[in-house]
């Protein structure tokens, strides 16, 4: 038996918001986004996350309503990423959940 890739078989509002968060860099770049990195090479820099998963997890989050792109360049296309309305709601729940971490490292 091959392990699930997704929570679609689930109605659960947690595996609702998990297909969304649910990758373990996700929330970093969320933060980092949150922090000012707005930029690929940016946030990229700032995690040390490989590109390919960089650009899947954006492409999730733009897709997820979390982040939005905006151009801000057009020769050659290069987009900055900002926290949606939706993005912003998550900001309180990952500093709870980093001193969560704090308190149990």
């Known amino acids: 038996m ?3 890739k997704n929570f679609q078989h689930l109605d659960h509002r947690l595996a609702d918001a998990l297909e969304v968060m649910g990758e373990w860099w996700t929330p970093l770049i969320i933060m980092a986004v949150s922090g000012g990195a707005f930029r690929f090479e940016s946030i990229q820099n ?4 490989a590109r390919n998963i960089l650009t899947d997890r954006l492409n999730t ?3 997820g309503g979390v982040l939005e792109k905006r151009m801000y360049t057009e020769k050659p296309q290069r987009y ?3 926290l949606t309305a939706k993005g912003e709601e998550l ?3 990952l ?3 980093e001193k969560w971490g704090t308190r149990h490292h």
């Open 2 to 4: 091959s392990p699930r």
């Open 91 to 93: 900001i309180p729940i």
């Open 80 to 82: 900055e990423y900002h």
């Open 46 to 49: 700032s995690l040390g996350i």
């Open 95 to 97: 500093k709870d959940l």
């Open 61 to 63: 989050l733009v897709a």
